[in-house]
């Protein structure tokens, strides 16, 4: 006896446990639409994109989760609805705000990127700097080492130039005196040999002085060529700035910087890294 009590206190006390647990699913539940409207029904399944429920007449109806704002899952009198509703609303206008304010920031950095790295490019631009000053163009269009190189080599060639310009009126100078004295010598050969010598000085100052201004003049000539074509590219060149800061250019690039012992200060121990790479966009 006391064992069929027992048994019939265990089931009583299942039964009461899967009526408590079942109750939320078997009551209805209040839907809450969009447009300002809420539903009350049992929400028999659902996908990703819309819910089935069933209303009390037994009517079922597909609705789209697009036009959902929340589904309650309790039966809830108008009053709480409202206020669920005037919550789910400040949460969407709050989230709204939120996303229009980061819609408008990453605008406004892509026009500014826009504005920085294509801007109004002329390759006349490049060349008529390339032109007052040699290397500019280049530095201009970042392209920085060989601007440095074309400057380095135009200026090497100008100093050059007048320091040969100056050896000929030394050379000028010393051959006028050679002949002078040649003149006085009692000694042909000797007097022939003096002003011959300096002579051959005179004519060889005069030559390297021509080829230092051929070559400088040709040196000003390539770069201010080489100028132009790289305004070519300069002008349909593609950019882009990483968010560290760096530049990016379409197609090959070519960086190198030089390495030091950072873990001991007094290591004179340095080396040179080079690193090349392409880069494209889509």
């Known amino acids: 006896m006391n064992?069929?009590?027992?048994?019939?206190?265990?089931?009583?006390?299942?039964?009461?446990?899967?009526?408590?647990?079942?109750?939320p699913?078997?009551?209805?539940?209040?839907?809450?639409?969009?447009n300002g409207t809420s539903i009350k029904a049992n929400v028999t399944s659902q996908n990703e994109k819309n819910i089935t429920i069933r209303t009390?007449?037994?009517?079922?109806q597909i609705l789209s989760k697009k036009g959902i704002l929340k589904v309650i899952y309790k039966d809830i009198n108008e009053e709480e609805a409202k206020r669920i509703r005037r919550e789910e609303e400040t949460k969407i206008q709050e989230t709204k705000s939120v996303e229009d304010k980061?819609?408008?920031?990453?605008?406004?950095?892509?026009?500014?990127?826009?504005?920085?790295?294509?801007?109004?490019r002329?390759?006349?631009?490049?060349?008529?700097?390339?032109?007052?000053?040699?290397?500019?163009?280049?530095?201009?269009?970042?392209?920085k080492k060989v601007g440095i190189v074309?400057?380095?080599?135009?200026?090497?060639?100008?100093?050059?130039?007048?320091?040969?310009?100056?050896?000929?009126?030394?050379?000028?100078?010393?051959?006028?005196n050679s002949a002078l004295i040649g003149q006085i010598s009692d000694y042909a050969?000797?007097?022939?040999?003096?002003?011959?010598?300096?002579?051959?000085?005179?004519?060889?100052?005069?030559?390297?002085?021509?080829?230092?201004?051929?070559?400088?003049?040709?040196?000003?000539l390539i770069q201010l060529t080489h100028s132009y074509f790289t305004?070519?590219?300069?002008?349909?060149?593609?950019?882009?700035?990483?968010?560290?800061?760096?530049?990016?250019?379409?197609?090959?690039?070519?960086d190198s910087m030089r390495e030091t012992n950072f873990l001991n200060s007094e290591s004179k121990v340095f080396g040179w890294k080079m690193e090349v790479r392409y880069s494209w966009f889509f």
């Open 3 to 23: 064992f069929l009590l027992q048994n019939q206190t265990r089931w009583v006390f299942v039964f009461l446990l899967l009526s408590l647990l079942s109750f």
């Open 231 to 254: 305004g070519i590219d300069w002008e349909r060149e593609e950019i882009t700035i990483t968010p560290q800061g760096s530049i990016l250019k379409k197609g090959i690039q070519l």
């Open 25 to 34: 699913l078997l009551s209805e539940q209040t839907i809450l639409l969009k």
């Open 102 to 120: 980061k819609g408008i920031e990453d605008e406004t950095i892509r026009s500014s990127v826009e504005t920085q790295t294509t801007g109004n």
């Open 56 to 60: 009390k007449n037994g009517n079922v």
């Open 150 to 176: 074309y400057g380095s080599l135009f200026w090497s060639g100008v100093m050059l130039t007048l320091i040969a310009s100056d050896r000929i009126g030394e050379k000028k100078s010393e051959y006028e």
């Open 189 to 220: 050969l000797i007097r022939e040999m003096i002003v011959h010598e300096k002579r051959s000085e005179y004519k060889k100052s005069i030559d390297d002085y021509q080829n230092l201004t051929m070559g400088t003049v040709l040196v000003y």
């Open 122 to 143: 002329n390759r006349w631009s490049l060349v008529w700097r390339s032109a007052v000053f040699p290397g500019w163009g280049h530095y201009k269009a970042d392209r």
